[in-house]
């Protein structure tokens, strides 16, 4: 589950220049929360996210522990230092 939605994250970031660490974790937080946020890109992300635990195919339980678990890692990345992605560059390298 993890690998389908960092693959998500990934795919999304790459075709929206926009979307950068802080928008990536607002999306998960906003899955968590079942809130919207506030930055376009990080709405847009989040609903891609929630299309896929949308999926009959998909365990909502099973998806939510994954998000939680991405956003917790997302903790540990220095999100303020200025176009770094730290956090996104770390989840490609966990999916190669």
Known sequence: MTALI???VLAFTRSDRSCHDPQVVSALR???R???PA???ARRLCDQL???ADRSDVKLRDFRSAVKGLAEQAMQFDRDAEGED???NYLAVLIE
Do not use: C, M, P
Request: glycine letters at 6%.
């Open 6 to 8: 960092v693959a998500e």
């Open 30 to 32: 906003a899955v968590l």
């Open 34 to 36: 079942g809130s919207s």
């Open 39 to 41: 930055a376009d890109s």
């Open 50 to 52: 929630q299309r896929i």
């Open 86 to 88: 730290r956090f996104i």
